[in-house]
């Protein structure tokens, strides 16, 4: 066993492969894939029918489209070296993908919520997306001069301070750490920013499965079910219904027995399919309506396709068992939740659907809410970004070597300081590739549907 000093000693040799100032000087690739044909291809597997809607939430700003351009930045941070200190990554960590959920025990924990594209990779690749994510925010916001660049730098600074912390500590005190909003609040000294949060977390608290069944369903023909509102809410016909039922049960399946107990408990309403998210659109999802006592006593669970990661054609392939991969999808994004998050849904688990598509499964609403980065002010967006650096490190410190990753780090600023050059960087290219799809919607070459 490795000790500590050589664990550090691991990290700063790693510096050798690519030095800490080396994230700063990103320029694309000569060879760098063409955007819109990175999403054309990644849209060959997805309902055809959908894709106008993707294209027209990513054109709506630079940031929308960073959003649904994870494969996209996938690409960009495989062209160059990385450090070799592995991570579970989230593979999508821009800023929308943080915030709130209830834990089983009913506190509101701040964590990364997003595994779509989950993936073990170079911890630095999430660290640069957030980064960018943020430069990518700040502009959006109307924020010019160095503010994009001093928010970055807050989301690398704090990923860097937390990373140094948890080097530190012994590996049951990181694995049980967690960020609960209620620790939050004191230190929010502004009481204009305080009653923000405070109202945000309010909202999250209502965000259960009651509300969505008020908001979601109706009374029809003396039954409650599903909303119709096409393209973003349809109704499942008689045969994919009885197909839904297999694939319920076999989610059903790898609930750790409690879940299961608690499951049966629930007896099947109706079922949908739903468009979600920007990047997700055109994927395949279900939510289902089930009914515990009574009608007012609902659960809403959704089952997502689970795809390929984004990473996964820029990385090594997973080494898994026949049993794994059979179910790869679905596991993958089960497993990288769990991994990172610090609690995680009790209904989490994976299914195989028709023609072999992977899902998986979780509650559709669980007092989940994020911010409004949208009308986030500069010091906001600072404290924010800040918060999310050390949650994403706090993650990563569960599922790799913190202390590698903080002898790479080092006590200096040079790391923070390259990540903020290069979110810049990766901003400025993200404002161009932005206005390459808009261009591409207004002379016909991508269809888009605005404003769905």
């Known amino acids: ?36 044909a990175v999403l054309v291809r990644q849209g060959e597997d997805r309902v055809k029918r959908l894709l106008p809607i993707r294209y027209g939430r990513m054109a709506d700003t630079p940031f929308s489209y960073l959003r649904g351009a994870a494969a996209v930045m996938a690409a960009d941070l495989a062209a160059a070296p990385d450090t070799g200190l592995t991570v579970q990554l989230c593979g999508d960590a821009h800023l929308v993908n943080f915030g709130v959920y209830a834990s089983p025990e ?50 690398a600074h704090g990923y860097a301070a ?29 009481p204009r920013r305080r009653r923000r949060v405070e109202a945000d977390l309010a909202h999250a608290r209502r965000r259960t499965s009651l509300q969505a069944f008020d908001k979601l369903t109706e009374e029809r023909d003396g039954r409650r079910r599903i909303i119709s509102a096409p393209p973003l809410i349809e109704p499942l016909k008689e045969a994919e219904l009885r197909g839904l039922g297999q694939v319920f049960s076999d989610y059903r399946a790898t609930l750790a ?19 979600v998210g920007v990047g997700s659109v055109g994927t395949r999802c279900h939510i289902v309506l089930l009914e515990g006592r009574d009608t007012r006593d609902p659960l809403f669970l959704q089952l997502k396709e689970a795809g390929r990661s984004v990473l996964e054609d820029h990385l090594p392939p997973a080494r898994v068992d026949a049993e794994v991969a059979a179910h790869w999808g679905g596991r993958r994004v089960v497993t990288g939740q769990r991994l990172m998050q610090a609690a995680s849904d009790i209904f989490l688990g994976w299914t195989t659907g028709p023609a072999g598509r992977h899902y998986y499964g979780r ?35 569960r599922t790799g070597d913190r202390l590698a990753i903080a002898g790479y780090l080092g006590g200096a600023d040079t790391f923070a300081e390259a990540i903020a050059d290069f ?26 549907t605005r404003g769905v």
């Open 106 to 155: 009913r506190a509101l924990l701040f964590d990364v919520n997003d595994f779509d594209e989950t993936y073990p990779g170079p911890f630095e690749w999430d660290v640069k997306r957030l980064a960018a994510s943020v430069a990518v925010a700040a502009r959006d916001n109307g924020q010019d001069g160095d503010r994009p660049r001093r928010a970055a730098l807050a989301a």
């Open 423 to 448: 979110a810049v960087r990766y901003a400025d290219r993200t404002v161009l590739d932005h206005e390459e799809l808009t261009d591409a919607i207004a002379d016909g070459r991508i269809t888009a």
């Open 1 to 36: 066993m490795t000790t500590p000093a050589e664990r550090r000693r691991h990290g700063r040799a790693a510096r050798e492969r690519i030095s800490r100032s080396a994230h700063g000087r990103w320029i694309p690739a000569a060879d760098r894939p063409d955007p819109l």
């Open 257 to 275: 027995e409690d879940r299961r107990v608690l499951l049966d408990r629930f007896r099947f309403v109706d079922a949908a399919t739903k468009v």
């Open 162 to 190: 937390a990373m140094r912390r948890f080097a530190g500590l012994g590996e049951l005190d990181v694995w049980y750490a967690r960020i609960d909003t209620a620790d939050l609040l004191p230190l929010l000294r502004k």
């Open 363 to 397: 509650q559709l609403r669980d007092m989940k809410g994020s911010v409004d980065v949208a009308t986030m002010r500069p010091a906001g967006l600072r404290a924010y970004a800040d918060l999310c650096g050390r949650t994403l490190a706090r993650a990563h410190a």
